[in-house]
């Protein structure tokens, strides 16, 4: 499974951005993905979740509380990608952001991430 993020940049404090995530390879394996971010000198933390199998359009997601009702993950299964909408953008959520997949059989997957960044 090969994850590539796209849609970071800069943007000013409540502002909007869409991130993207497109899988390829045996997408048919991931059971479940999230989006994770790092922020400089802090550790890497999981921002939201969506706990579903890439053949089905719905299932359940998780997010952290640091951004539930800001952030909304998606995914739209005939493009094989995965987003995360982020609004009301404040500059603690400037950070790396990273796509992760889980497969079936326990394999994870990271994709190399996309810088985002607040202004105030």
């Known amino acids: 499974v090969q994850l590539v993020e796209s849609g970071g940049g800069l943007v000013q404090a409540g502002g909007s951005l869409r991130l993207s995530c497109a899988a390829s390879?045996?997408?048919?394996?991931?059971?479940?993905m999230a989006w994770y971010r790092q922020a400089p000198g802090k550790q890497r933390e999981l921002v939201a979740t969506?706990?579903?199998?890439?053949?089905?359009?719905?299932?359940?997601?998780n997010y952290a509380d640091s951004v539930k009702g800001r952030f909304t993950i998606s995914r739209d299964n005939a493009k094989n990608t995965m987003y995360l909408q982020m609004n009301s953008l404040k500059p603690e959520d400037t950070a790396v952001y990273y796509c992760?997949?889980?497969?079936?059989?326990?394999?994870?997957?990271w994709g190399q991430g996309t810088q985002v960044t607040v202004s105030s």
């Open positions: 992760h997949a889980r497969a079936f059989d326990g394999g994870k997957y």
């Open positions: 390879g045996s997408t048919f394996s991931i059971n479940a």
């Open positions: 969506m706990a579903m199998a890439m053949a089905t359009a719905g299932g359940s997601t």
